[in-house]
């Protein structure tokens, strides 16, 4: 066991350690430290949600919640995201989560399919009319956002689609991509 890799002394080519900053496994191959394992619960990242000026926490008591956490295996990120409306949130436009200027890796394309995304999908709760709605929407490589949030048949969401959003309304949604790196 070492805090990092690095601290390791006089590593050598199948010297293994368990790196308790990152609680990681990981194993010395042709002179570099390669993962071998990983506690998968350890390593989720929580960040401040950016949702494109389509959707605002406000201030003050009941002002709503919102989070995105996410978690990176090599080139993959899985997430999830989401928030509850308070008396003081706003929403305004196309619903919009920007996962780069909220801190995640960039958005790879898929394959050599141009204009291709990857996918999301979750649920609404329109809390007024006791009533869940799916979701999918697409994770956009072109612009590093999931966006064209929508139900089959729906248009687009937006501040009143598929329901006007208001306090109690909540959005939870998960999603996966591959890192540019």
Known sequence: PVSTAADHP????????????????????????????RDYDANWTSVTPNWAGSFTVGVGENAGTQYLRYVQYGSTVAGVAGFERGDASSQSGNLVLDLVASGLPPVKAPGDTAGASHMAGGRAWDSSANRFWSVTASVSPSTGRIQNFGTAGDPVWSATTPFTWATGDTLRIFFNYEADL
């Open 10 to 37: 006089d590593p050598q080519d199948y010297d293994v350690v368990w790196e308790h900053s990152t609680s990681i496994l990981k194993m010395r191959l042709d002179g570099a430290w390669h993962e071998i394992a």
